[in-house]
């Protein structure tokens, strides 16, 4: 559910999201651990190392730093291919070290473990599943052809081979699993951060809704006193020029256009909703007011409204905020595109809850699916078919996902279910059948204080 000038969020389209700040430092980080090793082995147990080579290698991480900083300012944010290259350029540096001290012999061969990673839990699948498959080959590469570790004595390091291939399968799982792990985690944190933005997105234009009804029912009213005095003067006007047609003519036009800024102020008032700048109303014209954009596209909406038993007769007073609002209208819109002909809403309280239950007569929620409504990015679509119900629309999840979040940020706990068994033969289902979408506030949250004052027009400030 995509609402209107609402720009939908593609899940694939971010570019530019690695600071080269970040692979700066973590360079920084990898060529401090990468001398020190290689000192300790050299220094402390005599270890026979190509230290020129060795030198060499971490010396090409300096330079590539240097040239980093030089070359590019600190808010420099890599793209796709940039990001991808310099962590391809790691793993190189990393693999030609391991080659030249011991393969995986050295246990700090695990460390190609962490280019990986970043790429995972940064890039896109496609570029984390090259960086993966080429650090499997090198770690593979690294068990046949590596220069060995030598003791100060000139004896060789040697482990059993079923150790040797141990190592290689245990850093080939950890790419495997905690790649796919990064980007998971990566991906869903994407997902919601997107889904959340469009949810901000969403509930602040329908402030900006609110707040322009507000602003056009205060103008109409502010204006209607001097408009009328504008009326009557030009009516006396009229009658004491009758003989000056000149005169009679300009006043004439004066009242003619008095009555058309009455009449424009009179629609943009009802466009708005003369009511919406009280900041309170009873709860059937809350719902009716959600449901109204969506109850002349060919389903019949129906509303019902009762107390639970032994509760108070008299309808509660609820607070006209915008999220729940645009969040009931939301799971309308749900409803009504997946209904066959019907839509219930219902409401029912007691003193210290308020219950709102949208039901149709369509399909109901796919049952793979059921427990997953309300995340972003879920599609639910049985088949192509049904895609004729909603032209255009993909399926995200999104439209409730913004719902869910602005009701519950009202205080409101949502419940999604079937109303009967969806694999029933369509002669058994009873009439209602399809979804429902249980919604449950506290009094506390949704009461509004008694007697709903409209109190005076304020000056809006910019």
Known sequence: MVMAGIIPLERDSRSDLVRLRTLILLRWMAIAGQLAAILVADQVYGLQLPLGLSYLA??????????????????????????????????????????????????FALLVLAPVTISASALRLRSTVMLGGLAILLVSVAVFWHLPLRFADGQQLEIPRLFE????????????????????????????????????????????????????????????????????????????????????EDARLIGEQADRCRDILHDMGRAGKDDLHLRQAPLIAVLREAAEPHMTRGKRVEFGFAPVEGSPERQPTILR??????????????????????????????DRTVTVRIIDDG????????????????????????????????????????????????????????????????????????????????????????????????????
């Open 165 to 248: 291939f141990g190592f290689w399968l245990s850093i080939v799982i950890g790419i495997l699993f905690l790649g796919l792990y990064s980007h998971r985690v990566a991906t869903e944190i994407r997902s919601m951060s997107e889904a959340l933005l469009a949810t901000q997105m969403a509930l602040a234009r329908e402030q900006k809704l609110t707040d322009l009804g507000g602003v056009v029912a205060a103008a109409a009213h502010e204006l209607g006193t001097p408009l009328a005095t504008i009326k009557l003067v030009s009516s006396e006007l009229m009658e004491e020029l009758k003989d000056q047609p000149e005169l009679l």
């Open 321 to 350: 905020r915008p999220e729940i609002i645009h969040g009931l209208r939301n799971l309308v819109q749900n409803a009504v595109d997946f209904a066959r002909a019907t839509v219930w809403i219902e409401g029912e309280w007691t």
């Open 58 to 107: 971490v010396g090409a991480s300096v330079l590539a730093n240097l040239f980093s900083i030089t070359l590019f300012p600190e808010n420099k944010r890599l793209n796709e291919v940039e990001a991808f290259f310099t962590l391809l350029f790691d793993l190189a540096q990393l693999a030609f070290l391991i080659f030249l001290t011991g393969g995986l012999t050295n246990p």
């Open 363 to 462: 399909d109901g929620f796919p049952p793979n699916v059921i427990g997953r409504i309300g995340d972003p990015f879920v599609r639910f679509r049985r088949d192509e078919p049904q895609t004729g119900q909603r032209p255009g629309y993909e399926g995200m999840g999104l439209g409730l996902f913004i719902a869910k979040t602005l009701l519950e940020r009202s205080g409101a706990d949502l419940t999604f279910a079937n109303a009967t068994d969806p694999f029933l033969a369509p002669e058994d289902r009873p009439e209602r059948s399809g979804a429902v979408v249980e919604v449950v506030w506290s009094m506390a949250d949704l009461a509004g204080p008694a007697g709903a004052a409209l109190g005076e027009n304020r000056r809006i400030e910019s």
